[in-house]
């Protein structure tokens, strides 16, 4: 047995049930390829798996699906010329067969998983994926920065330039705009040009926000912020909200909508349920959009992005491997801006 280093978890916890074991190196099949890790994404998805709010998982994974490495090892029907290539992991395991599949939106596919939540993750020395879900990134990219590409970048790509469709001049109203997804979010719609109103809960949070490309800051404890983005931007409301934080800003976000506006939601983060105006969403017209996994267009423009400086990567904490329920904790607390990397055993 080829064995390799990983972090795994005998029983779902917290961050403390996290920890650094040695395990078989999985093996190619025909059309895998056999990936190095060298950098891996903490994402809130992790920690809410590891604490088993996760439907259908298990412990005993090994949790992560943000990783970027080099391909090392090449199935019999890949190409050899592949082993050495650079390359971010598209996270969903798709069929490839679906309607959704055929048409490009594997992140629609019924018949999927998302890497990690079986197994297989990027936890890990080494990973094994399908050779198609293996991305080359661009020369010159870092992997710490490259490993944000598929997941917190890709997500805001396919929200702000995919769902709703940002265009130059447009007013982008983000909740939750310290969080790991928001600092993108911000970069991604300046990137086409809009204004972007960012909310954030935390004062600490509000000189990261600006640096991040924000127009306008609010600073609202209470979550009571329709009120100050109407008065912003003149009782005209915003065109887009990108909605990170949902359970305790959904209905201040509607309120601050203009006419026939969208409002893409992305978060859940108390996982429960929300009221809404019926009469303020004819009214207004508002569209309401669920927004999840980027495509892989999605990823090459976060790549591309991420590789001409348009978007500068968050990275509130870099930890080696055994470190991560350190990592964890820190999510957990909202001790850091940004996203928690892995580097390094």
């Given amino acids: 047995m080829t064995s390799m280093k990983a972090v795994t978890f005998a029983n779902f916890g917290a961050p403390s049930v996290l920890q650094a074991t040695v395990i078989e190196r999985p093996a190619p099949g025909p059309d895998d390829v056999l990936v190095r890790i060298h950098a891996a994404g903490v994402c809130y998805h992790d920690v809410l798996s590891r604490g088993g709010k996760i439907p259908g998982g298990e412990p005993g994974r090994v949790l992560g699906h943000e990783i970027a490495g080099e391909i090392v090892e090449t199935g019999a029907n890949v190409p050899a010329s592949r082993n050495g290539e650079r390359v971010v992991i598209y996270q969903r395991l798709y069929c490839g067969q679906c309607r959704y599949c055929l048409s490009g939106r594997q ?117 009571k912020f329709s009120g100050e983005v109407w008065r912003r931007t003149a009782k005209q409301g915003v065109d887009v909200v990108l909605e990170n934080v949902v359970s305790s800003t959904f209905g201040e976000s509607l309120r601050s909508t203009a006419q026939n506006a969208i409002v893409v939601v992305l978060g859940n983060i108390s996982a429960k349920r929300v009221e809404i105006d019926p009469g303020l969403i004819i009214a207004r017209r508002i569209r309401i959009a669920g927004s999840g996994n980027a495509t892989y267009k999605d990823v090459k423009i976060a790549l591309h992005l991420l590789a001409t400086g348009a978007v500068r990567p968050f990275i509130g904490a870099v930890l080696p491997f055994p470190r991560v329920a350190e990592g964890h904790a820190m999510m957990e607390q909202r001790e850091v801006v940004g996203r928690v990397v892995l580097s390094g055993w």
């Fill in 107 to 223: 992140d629609l596919c019924r018949n999927s998983r998302v890497l990690g939540e079986s197994g297989g993750g990027g936890y890990a020395e080494f990973t094994c994926a399908p050779a198609r879900n293996a991305i080359r990134m661009p020369d010159g990219l870092d992997m710490k920065s490259a490993a944000l590409a598929v997941c917190p970048v890709g997500t805001s790509v396919r929200a702000a330039l995919g769902v709703a469709q940002v265009e130059p001049g447009q007013t982008v109203l983000i909740t939750g705009a310290g969080g790991g997804l928001g600092l993108h979010q911000i970069q991604v719609a300046k990137s086409v040009s809009a204004h972007v109103i960012a909310i954030t809960s935390s004062e600490e949070k509000a000189e990261i926000v600006s640096q991040a490309g924000a127009d306008e800051v609010i600073v609202s404890p209470d979550l």
